[in-house]
């Protein structure tokens, strides 16, 4: 339902990205959300509105999931950027997996629950001030919300007079 928003308010016509999902969620130890899988085969890697990214398998690197994953699990501590949480690790719930981020330097998780993984809670960081929102909605319905909702603060984006729009990389 958000994809094929999105697909519409962005004006992209999906292009079928191929997505190695085995392998993503093997090596992260769970599955990720099935809205999260079609975002990412119907626009692959880019940038919406020349503000926002969602991580992908991208085989550039720069936005590649499970390369941000690895990065920010190895810089994790208790005590630091991400507390009170932590990064995600295989076979543990309360972690928070990175999705996407935005050029204001917030970034974007979901909290990995007991709950099935299209109910897990989108986790949103403005990385300046160090202060973390939460929301009960899936990340495309997220995505959909900054892009085009001037009065989702703190994390809107939607100031373009053209609307939101997707370039790829």
Known sequence: MWVDSLLRVTGWDGQGAVQPWSEIEAELGTELPGDYKQLCQAFGVGEFS????VLCADETRVLDLLRWWRVLLKSD???????PYRIH????????IPWGGARSD????????????????VLAMQVDVQEWSR????ATEFLHRILTDRTFRPHSVARSAFGPFFEPV
């Open 135 to 138: 929301y009960e909605m899936t």
């Open 50 to 53: 020349r503000e926002v990214s």
């Open 89 to 96: 690790l295989p076979g543990t719930t309360g972690g928070l």
């Open 106 to 121: 917030d970034w974007f998780f979901w909290q990995v629950t007991d709950g099935t993984v299209d109910g897990w809670p």
């Open 77 to 83: 501590s208790s005590d630091g950027s991400f507390a």
